[in-house]
């Protein structure tokens, strides 16, 4: 592959969580989101009813199932899949718009969606949550204390296909000390940043000045 291949063409990076439920996933996103700005949190439809707490616009659009399909008749959304008997999809608009605008963009999807969005963007950037075991798992859907036994069953049952497509992200980050696993995610992201296919197109005038790309088109 030419080095060309590897550049981007937006200075903004694509990062995908991908976890089981339970995983840690939404509360390692938060820290993250908590501690850097420049991150914005792609909000996913859904045609899941809202939990105690989540509202319409900030953690999810909570849509119903005609209007889902229309969005996605009308290609509005960037990937969409069914998940635990509901459909979830990305919105397109708002991660173009970021990214043009230099700004990094996290989507919290499951491994289907993520598939899907590198085809996309090839260069972003999966981390993968691990629990620390399946007993593990379990006792925190339980302490989370949002869903029933029922979809707790149907959930831990997914968990184990969706920890299968651990080797679909580049990271894997087992989520046992919160505070270890928040530093680890910080770690990636700063890591990613810095690769020199997106620091040539942030910095493209540096590199111009440098004579950085001088060898960039030669095979
Ligand atoms: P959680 O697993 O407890 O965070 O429960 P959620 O209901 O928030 O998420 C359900 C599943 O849908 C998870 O596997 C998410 O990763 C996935 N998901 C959320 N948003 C999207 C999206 O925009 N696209 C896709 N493909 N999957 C999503
Ligand atoms: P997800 O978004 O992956 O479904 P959550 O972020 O909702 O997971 O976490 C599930 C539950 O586990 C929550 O009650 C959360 O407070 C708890 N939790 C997350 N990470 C840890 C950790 N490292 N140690 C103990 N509890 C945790
Ligand atoms: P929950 O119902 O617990 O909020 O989410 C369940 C799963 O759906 C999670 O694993 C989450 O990552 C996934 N999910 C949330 N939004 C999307 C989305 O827009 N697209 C896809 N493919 N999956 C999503």
Redesign the pocket.
Known sequence: MSPLSMSTSYPGTVFMV?AP??AG??SLVNALLTNDSNIMLSI?ATT?APRPGESHGEHYFFVDKPRFEQMCADNAML???K??DNY???PREPIQKALQEGRDVL????W??ARLARAHFPEAVGIFILPPSLPTLQARLRKRGQDSEETIARRLEAAEHEIAHVHDCQYAIINEDFDTALQQLLSIVQASRLRTATQSVRHRQLFQQLGANALLNQG
């Open positions: 991908v439920s339970g996933k939404s996913s899941r990937e969409w899949a998940v635990h979830y999809g990305t989507l919290e999807i499951d289907q969606g």
